[in-house]
């Protein structure tokens, strides 16, 4: 079964950095994009950041840019996908949720696979 579990979350003041891991496992999730979006409440749930299938490319939305950095590790029978977050604000509390792509090799934008998420709650 295709799963997609987020770890890393928690509270941390204004400044402040975390490092959301999420780990993939249940199908081949080595060969497709992967990425991070969030949603804080009572708004709709945003892109992040995301990493094409092999590392190479990067994608940020604006609000992240040079605070933020995602990678991935890719091994034989798993993969790992990290959001480094560095100079935390107030606006970046959220729930994070990682998610993956189906097309092997490509970069699409169309998400299809969702994990729970993870609460990241910065504080003033």
């Known amino acids: 079964q295709e799963q997609l579990v987020e770890s890393g979350g928690g509270l941390v003041q204004v400044g402040g950095s975390l490092r959301l891991s999420c780990a993939a496992s249940?199908?081949?999730?080595?060969?497709?994009?992967m990425g991070w979006f969030r949603q804080a409440p009572g708004k709709e749930r945003d892109f992040v950041a995301g990493?094409?299938?092999?590392?190479?490319?990067?994608?940020?939305a604006d609000s992240v840019k040079g605070r933020f950095t995602i990678s991935r590790n890719n091994t034989k029978n798993t993969v790992t996908v990290y959001l480094q977050m560095n100079n935390l604000e107030p606006e970046d509390t959220a729930v994070y949720y990682c998610?993956?792509?189906?097309?092997?090799?490509?970069?699409?934008?169309?998400?299809?696979?969702w994990g729970q998420g993870t609460q990241v709650t910065v504080s003033s």
């Open positions: 998610a993956a792509q189906d097309t092997e090799m490509e970069y699409t934008d169309r998400w299809r696979h």
């Open positions: 990493i094409n299938w092999s590392g190479k490319n990067r994608y940020y």
């Open positions: 249940g199908r081949t999730f080595g060969t497709v994009a």
